[in-house]
């Protein structure tokens, strides 16, 4: 570097004298005519150069003692360099005493679970396929239908999803827990997942609106985890050979026992989830009656917590109503619009909604759904549903609207889909279909040919996201204005 600024410095001094000589040799040539001056021309630019050579090369020595006195007052003493000759001597010596410390493997800064209470756990599906994990602690066996999601955040709001009621979750995403939980992303008043497996489990959140660890909410509410599980080759296994049933549970590997009691375990077809995930008693939120922009009567299969905040937040009163509750009983409370909302477990086996739904769909009354609240309005109209290989569950689902061609990213939590395509539903003929699922092209839309009826398979109110269909909030508030 020193060697290329003197060079630089050299190079400059040289132009500089040359210029002041060529000017020189001009005003001699000039002065050669017309008098002396020329002569006094080239002594002032034989000065010049003389000044300027002068200038650059004591600019050059300037520098160069500055960076040697700058490295000299940096440098190392003599006995700093022997300490640290010393150090490196003792760590070469305990290396070739202990050759093992070379292989030692790199520890992460954040564990997941540490400590000896772990012990060794796994998940078993029905088909004999069994995946090994640890459990930081202990627990029940847990036995249900397991699925993935692909959601990379917001499992505080897919444990607490009333429509995972009956389900183990896997969560594809590396590692959970790392934000923590809060009392505020709740989609229900407790976690409802039959168990949760995990690749790595973060053991101290950071998140400045963290209130407590994901461990231990979910230990409080007795829902089993399973950590440390090759989470990728269980999602591709699931993927191939479709969802089923499974079970969570502690040991080495599984046992007899764990086996006959998972063949014993109820399927998911059939299966009315419904009427375990519903409210006991009605009950309403938001304006007074006189202050409210509309009444909606909302079906509980299984709601969660934001369509109720929606809702709210648009000025409506909603009253919402077990999944029980008779069309007469719903027609008595007057309301500007009726809502039928998520929910788990199949949507054939809960006959008693899909009736009441048949008898409200005459027109007088606009209707929303949601989810489960979709499949039913399509049984209840003659469709029917179909059990999906493996679901729909995540938050970057691809579904396009076919009147307009645009395409939304969705958020979704299904097992079931009504069975159609884009000429319409097989055995509804006043149903027409309005969204397709980009990845299978199932269902995810329905629309009544002639009255303010519709609904979709995704979930407009997703928490925490995405946000690109939240807009049908509004065409059904725009309905109940114009009915």
């Not at 410095?9 to 008098?35: E, P, R």
């Not at 979709?374 to 729909?392: C, R, S």
């Amino acid at each position: 570097m020193y060697g290329i600024l003197i060079g630089i410095l050299l190079l400059d001094a040289l132009i500089l004298a040359t210029a002041v000589l060529l000017q020189a040799g001009q005003g001699g040539g000039l002065a050669s005519m017309g008098g002396g001056a020329g002569t006094e021309t080239i002594m002032g630019g034989r000065q010049a150069t003389t000044l300027l050579t002068k200038v650059t090369w004591w600019t050059a020595g300037i520098f160069l003692c500055s960076c040697r006195n700058r490295r000299t007052r940096f440098a190392p003493s003599s006995k700093a360099r022997g300490r640290r000759r010393h150090q490196s001597h003792r760590r070469s010596c305990r290396l070739k005493r202990n050759p093992r410390l070379l292989r030692r493997p790199r520890q992460h800064a954040h564990p997941a679970i540490a400590g000896p209470n772990r012990a060794p756990a796994y998940v078993l599906l029905e088909d004999g396929a069994w995946f090994p994990g640890t459990a930081p602690l202990p627990f029940e066996p847990a036995y249900a239908e397991v699925v993935f999601t692909t959601n990379l955040s917001g499992y505080q709001e897919v444990f607490t999803d009333p429509s995972y009621l009956g389900q183990i979750v896997v969560m594809t995403a590396p590692m959970i827990g790392n934000y923590g939980i809060n009392p505020e992303d709740v989609e229900s008043d407790r976690p409802r997942v039959a168990g949760v497996v995990v690749r790595e489990l973060s053991a101290t959140p950071s998140n400045w609106r963290a209130t407590g660890t994901l461990l231990d909410w979910l230990s409080g509410a007795a829902v089993p985890l399973v950590a440390d599980v090759d989470t990728r080759q269980l999602t591709r296994y699931i993927r191939s050979r479709g969802a089923m049933r499974g079970v969570l549970a502690l040991g080495e590997k599984p046992t007899d026992a764990i086996t006959a009691a998972l063949a014993a375990s109820p399927s998911m077809n059939g299966l009315d989830l419904a009427s375990v995930a519903t409210i006991p008693d009605a009950y309403s939120e938001g304006p007074a009656p006189g202050d409210a922009a509309h009444h909606v009567v909302a079906f509980d299969y299984g709601m969660k917590r934001n369509i109720l905040r929606l809702f709210v937040q648009k000025g409506c009163r909603v009253t919402v109503v077990p999944a029980r509750a008779t069309a007469g009983e719903v027609r008595a409370l007057k309301p500007d619009g009726v809502f039928l909302s998520n929910g788990p477990g199949d949507p054939a086996a809960v006959g008693y909604a899909i009736d009441t739904i048949r008898q409200l769909a005459d027109g007088t009354v606009p209707i929303f759904g949601i989810c489960l609240g979709h499949q039913l309005l399509g049984l209840a109209m003659g469709g029917e549903t179909v059990k999906l290989p493996y679901g729909h569950r995540g938050g970057n689902h691809p579904v396009r609207d076919l009147a307009t061609g645009q395409v939304l990213i969705t958020s979704q939590n299904h097992g079931f889909a009504v069975r159609g395509e884009t000429s319409g539903v097989p055995g509804a003929k006043s149903l027409e279909v309005t969204h397709l699922n980009l990845n299978d092209g199932t269902v995810e839309g329905i629309r009544h040919r002639e009255y303010p009826i519709f609904a979709v398979q995704y979930h407009p109110e997703a928490s925490p996201g995405p946000h690109d269909a939240q807009g049908h909030f509004q065409q059904f508030l725009q309905a109940l204005d114009t009915k």
